[in-house]
């Protein structure tokens, strides 16, 4: 079997532009988490967001990309350029078809759609932009990225909500282990804006604290939604021996293992098939359970979820058997860029050689029995459970893992 391996990784998050800031602030443990600053959030019932700061498109994008793409769009271009930076990949020594784009999902370009909504309403469809017609969807990041970066391979799309972050990854490596020679993939995901803060609110989800130290605390006894965000990561993948030929010289991990499980409808008395995914995925990575160094987990911040999630983590590593983490508390849900977030912290997590900490969580329910981590904890991981779900009952589990015979 093929074994494809993460060569390149590019990340915009409310902790950071680029892997060296995100890393740095998220073992200081500094929350981006505030009141929002992309509109006024006076009049809805939910107030906190983390938002990404110090992003100016024309420091990275030429002028004629700007009409035509949402801020989502910008950034995920800018996150695929410094994947495929880091990757040192020439896209141009490829053949034709030799790298393609997988991104994931859950908004689209909100902002974009709900500018040009509001041009329709108060001005006549004639100001409404031409990119109307495609800045909105959901497959525009990868159809930008594919154009920009002159990648003609096998693209897709996955809309799976949070757990579309580890769901596109896997397709891509579906396609790495097919022949494709490389592939872009991860989610960069987000709608600061007041029509998608709509939507998310609709979802009766969304914690209505104003305190950001106390609005995002999953696994808590306090817990009473969580609070959303933008931004992500996208990676470069590859086929371990291709990556050698052309001499790779940045190696972050191997994506080792994932299954996806999807619940059964909340009303039919059957259980969550969360805790099946894990232990698919721990299968198709061929690694016991205590060969998991640590958990980042889900952690969505609603009691009866989080229960759910603690009863799998239970079930399959034992009351307090693997150091669990959610250092998404210090980001906010990011949609599907959470999950893809949370699969470069776990790579960095394996470089470094540290667990991010879970911030503002200061009384765990006592029944999960999870080894929450509260504070940076040194490691010496070597492989690494993710664990995504999205909302409607998608669930997904990825395992990376250290190559022994990484640079």
Sequence with gaps: MTVAVVTGMGVVAPTGLGTRQHWARTMRGEAAIGRITAFDPQRYSSTLAGEISGFVP?????????????????????????????????????PEFGMGVVTAGSAGGFEFGHRELDKLWRKGPEHVSAYQSFAWFYAVNTGQISIREGLRGPSGVLVTEQAGGLDAIAQARRRVRDGTAAMVCGAVDGSPCPWGWVAHLAGGRISTSEDPLRAYLPFDVDAAGYVPGDGGALF??????????????????????????????????RPSTLRRAIELALADANIAA????????DGSGLPDLDRVEADALRAVFGPYGVPVTVPKTMTGRLGAGGAALDLATALLTMRHGEIPPTVNVSRPVPEYELDLVTEPRPTVASAVLVVARGYGGFNAAMVVTRRKSAG
């Design 290 to 297: 205590d060969e998991i160094d640590v958990v980042f987990a």
């Design 58 to 94: 024309t420091d990275h994008l030429t002028k004629r990309l700007l009409p035509q793409t949402d801020r989502m769009t910008q950034l995920s271009l800018v996150a695929a350029d410094w994947a495929l930076r880091d990757a040192a990949v020439e896209v141009a020594s490829l």
């Design 236 to 269: 470069v993948l590859e086929a371990e021996e291709a990556a050698r030929d052309r001499g790779a010289t940045s190696w972050h991990g191997e994506i080792a293992g994932y299954a996806a499980t999807f619940d059964p409808p909340p009303d039919s008395d």
